[in-house]
């Protein structure tokens, strides 16, 4: 098996800490995002949208990433990332969608001004931040309602669901967005609880990261992380 990805995406780093959830390590082969290599020919013959992660398994191709978690809690050994109970599953599925639907298009942009705007160029557009700030509270003021019954978004385990919402609650937090969770005591200690899994300190503080200040686009790059042969540079293009 081999994952195509880059570890500063948000969605790589749910693949990531999928596998490493279930005590595995994968090849990453790196598609440097900023040099546009996710839209080259080689890697759209892999992903047809252009997009990361995409899973190799022999000659089984897979992308999208909620289809990779999944595939992947089925086909490794290890702690089930998502209940064996209907209802379990169900739960998974409820908040994913949520955040899907009622956090991410507001996360997504807020993360994109305020850490990913020094690599893409140009001014932090403040409308697209006012708006992104905004946009998080309800679902969040939901999260913090059910987080008051149980430690884990789906019941009393650690789950794809709580994959699925960490690698914007870690940028948020590293870009000083963190009071908005920090003052919903129940997100405040799921956050804690959740980040403080060795999987993730693995995932999601090793090597360079975007919020460091002298890290660049190209600092990534000498880490080794790559397994496959690179594809020739194609532009910048947006993380």
Excluded: C
């Amino acid at each position: 098996m081999k994952i195509y990805g880059h570890p500063w995406s948000i969605n790589s780093r749910k693949t990531l800490m999928t596998v490493a959830e279930k005590g595995h390590e994968l090849p990453l082969a790196l598609v440097m995002i900023p040099k546009g290599e996710q839209k080259l020919p080689e890697h759209l013959a892999l992903h047809p949208f252009g997009k990361v992660p995409v899973l190799v398994d022999g000659d089984f191709v897979l992308y999208e990433t909620r289809a990779i978690n999944a595939y992947l809690d089925a086909r490794l050994p290890g702690p089930r990332l998502v209940p064996a109970s209907e209802r379990g599953r169900a739960r998974v599925d409820q908040w994913t969608n949520v955040a899907d639907a009622y956090f991410i298009p507001h996360a997504h942009g807020l993360i994109v001004e305020l850490l990913f705007r020094r690599f893409l160029g140009g001014e932090p557009q403040a409308e697209v931040i006012r708006a992104g700030r905004a946009g998080i509270q309800p679902a969040l003021d939901v999260i913090e309602a059910a987080l008051g019954g149980a430690p884990y978004l789906a019941g009393d385990a650690f789950s794809l669901a709580d994959v699925h919402w960490m690698p914007y609650v870690e940028y948020l937090h590293q870009v000083g967005e963190g009071e908005a969770f920090a003052r919903r005591p129940n997100v405040d200690a799921w956050w804690r609880r959740i980040s403080a899994r060795p999987a993730w300190q693995k995932v999601a503080r090793t090597g360079p990261q975007p919020y460091d200040t002298e890290v660049t686009a190209e600092s990534i790059e000498p880490t080794g992380l790559s397994s496959a042969p690179r594809a020739k540079p194609a532009g910048a293009s947006p993380l």
